[in-house]
């Protein structure tokens, strides 16, 4: 049992070397350079985990046809506004209701990528209805919206018989 800070201090870090390697622990004790002070630290380690919005996303992405290129932009604002996927549970539903097969998200700003590609790969005319709903209806309702486009998918195979 140590019995002095720097017993302590050494048998730490032989515990943090023996779990993640010299190496490791070196980069992680220069990552926290000149500045052992932990509001210092707290500051940088806030810095890394800046959230984007939707967006700064929609920003990357490569839509060629320019109606949907403003389609999707208006829907990215809606979702900063948390008018339309303001829940993790909303973004898995949507994209489960368009073909894919989503993974757990954290909140809800993970999802953002995910779902404004399956946005850019809707049609002109689900776009349009989706921009409509969350333009309409303040916080979205992921039921209300699949449930309407459910409705008009139905409507159009029916008239297709």
């Known amino acids: 049992m140590p ?3 720097e017993d302590l201090l050494r048998v730490t870090l ?11 622990v ?5 990552a926290l350079g000149e500045s ?18 939707a967006s700064e996303i929609f920003g990357e992405l490569k839509i ?18 948390k008018q ?13 209701m368009h073909g894919a097969r989503p993974s757990l998200f ?6 953002f990528r995910p779902v404004l590609m399956a946005l850019a790969r809707m049609s002109l005319g689900e776009l349009r209805r989706t921009r409509d709903i ?4 303040g916080p979205a309702r992921m039921r209300d919206i699949s449930t309407a486009i459910n409705e008009v998918t139905d409507r159009r195979f029916d008239s297709d018989k």
Do not use: Y
């Open 14 to 24: 032989a515990l943090l070397i023996e779990r993640w390697g010299s190496a490791r």
């Open 64 to 81: 060629s046809d320019p109606e949907r290129t403003i389609l999707v932009r208006e829907i990215a604002g809606f979702m900063d506004r």
């Open 3 to 5: 019995s002095t800070n």
């Open 26 to 30: 070196r980069d992680e004790l220069a």
């Open 106 to 111: 954290k909140d809800r700003t993970s999802a």
């Open 134 to 137: 969350a333009a309409h209806e």
């Open 84 to 96: 339309f996927i303001s829940s993790p549970s909303d973004a898995r539903e949507f994209l489960i």
């Open 36 to 53: 052992p002070d932990p509001k210092e630290l707290r500051k940088s380690q806030a810095k890394r985990r800046v959230r984007r919005s």
